[in-house]
């Protein structure tokens, strides 16, 4: 059996991803569609609902090994902004190995990479079409992410509703 690309590998882990996001969206009531077009449009999943808006879904499925949390901001292949330079989401969301999901808004976790030192910057990561900074996974998560798997779906609205950006 051949072995599956680099790319393949990730598109299927990013699929999942999105498909975990979707279903946590859906257990607080929201309803939702991934992004089918092929064109990068600056979001992964548009909800509506109680909350109306769009999420960028990332998996980091090295955090677990590594204990940092990594942030794409640059594309050195089409030296263009990407990832969170370039989304248009309302909120970013962060899926681990562990499954557990977590959520920032776009827009402040944005300021928060321009403002604040990173553990490491990355130039050149991946396939070589990714910047990347590297922030410890505590520094992030309690700061600008919270936890929404697990919530009952009250506290995902309401998790998910101050993270907006507007």
């Not at 989401?89 to 562990?98: E, K, M």
Request: net charge neutral; with cysteine.
């Amino acid at each position: 059996m051949p072995k599956k690309s680099s790319f393949t590998s990730d598109r299927c882990a990013g699929d999942r991803a999105e498909e975990l996001v979707q279903g946590v969206f859906h257990s607080a009531g929201l309803k939702s569609e991934r992004n089918q077009t092929n064109q990068l449009s600056g979001w992964d999943i548009r909800f509506w609902g109680e909350l109306n808006g769009t999420a960028e879904v990332k998996n980091d499925l090295y955090e677990r090994k590594s204990g940092n949390v990594a942030i794409e901001y640059y594309n050195p292949r089409s030296c263009k902004p990407s990832g969170i330079a370039a989304t248009k989401s309302d909120v970013w969301v962060i899926v681990l190995a562990d499954q557990s999901v977590w959520v920032a808004s776009s827009k402040e976790l944005l300021e928060y990479i321009k403002s604040k030192p990173c553990l490491r910057d990355i130039p050149i990561a991946g396939d070589g079409n990714a910047s990347l900074k590297l922030y410890r996974r505590e520094e992030l998560f309690g700061e600008l992410f919270s936890r929404l798997d697990g919530l009952p779906p009250d506290g995902v609205l309401t998790t998910l509703a101050g993270r907006m950006t507007y």
